[in-house]
């Protein structure tokens, strides 16, 4: 019997899926490979001898496919995602050029986006996460401050209505977050480790929550890279919203914003409408993908 459902979480080849009946079985995709992402709408051959288990048949389009890659693989991160929230906090450090390649992701995708700056509680390292967020504030990304093992509410009112996937390093303190917001989570929590300014992974799959009969959320595996090897030099620079206004008054059409004459976006720092910060993130991408 052919059922349809959602991927609500993914362990490699092997899927957990919310059925649209209530049930939630296990499902497998047919052959070796698995193009499949949490959120993702499926279809479902049930087994005869066993109906909590399934084969994947079926493929409903998508809306949109956030994932990231390098020059050997893709990784999916989530399909129908309306939203990506980056989840970054006061402690440990975080990456801002990391930030900037997810938001291109976000940006080519159509996603809407939003930034959470967590840990505000700790009022030492308040500062310096505010200074490292305000290239990414002048843009008008939003930024919500809370700190999510005392009170998460400032964040809910922006997920209604939405599916958000939830991306970040290890340590910025999502799995506590995700049990904020979805009490009957029990994700897993760890301490972070000081010593190396950087957290433990405690989440190893992605997994999606129904927070109430329209928005959900997809918690996923911290990262510490946001590959962007399918994306060509002219997609990534689309992805930085502040340099397409300018990517046509550039003295010459093939300008790469490094020492060329007449670079717009380059005068545009100068005058102090772009943050300096953002473009050398753009040029450390462009370098490592070779465009």
């Known amino acids: 019997m052919k ?19 209530g049930r939630t079985i296990s499902g497998v995709p047919l052959g070796k490979k698995s193009p499949y992402a949490c959120g993702d709408r499926v279809d479902i051959e049930l087994r005869a001898a066993d109906q909590n288990q399934g084969q994947i048949v079926g493929h409903a389009p998508r809306t949109s496919l956030l994932y990231r890659s390098d020059a050997y693989r893709q990784k999916l991160i989530a399909a129908n995602a309306t939203q990506l929230v980056l989840v970054v906090a006061t402690e440990p450090g975080f990456s801002g050029e990391l930030l900037s390649r997810a938001l291109v992701a976000a940006e080519h995708d159509g996603l809407r986006t939003l930034i959470v700056l967590n840990k505000s509680d700790l009022p030492a390292a308040l ?40 991306v970040g390093q290890s340590g910025m303190g999502k799995s506590t977050l995700i049990n904020a917001l979805a009490p009957g989570a029990a994700a897993a929590t760890r301490e972070i480790s000081s010593a190396l300014d950087s957290g433990k992974h405690t989440t190893t799959h992605a997994r999606l929550y129904q927070l109430d009969a329209e928005s959900a959320i997809i918690d996923s595996p911290g990262l510490q890279e946001f590959g962007l090897a399918h994306l060509n030099r002219g997609e990534i620079e689309m992805g930085f919203r502040e340099f397409r206004p300018l990517l046509t008054q550039c003295r010459f059409r093939d300008c790469r914003h490094e020492t060329e004459p007449g670079c717009a976006i380059r005068g545009a720092i100068a005058a102090g409408q772009i943050h300096p910060r953002r473009l050398e993130h753009f040029l450390r991408i462009a370098t490592a993908l070779g465009c």
């Open 3 to 21: 059922v349809r459902g959602t991927l609500v979480a993914a362990f490699g080849r092997r899927y957990e899926v919310a059925l649209d009946d």
């Open 127 to 166: 500062p310096a996460a505010r200074a490292a967020l305000a290239p990414f504030a002048t843009l008008g990304y939003p930024i919500v401050e809370l700190s999510a093992k005392h009170d998460a509410a400032p964040l809910r009112p922006y997920l209604d209505g939405q599916l958000s996937v939830l």
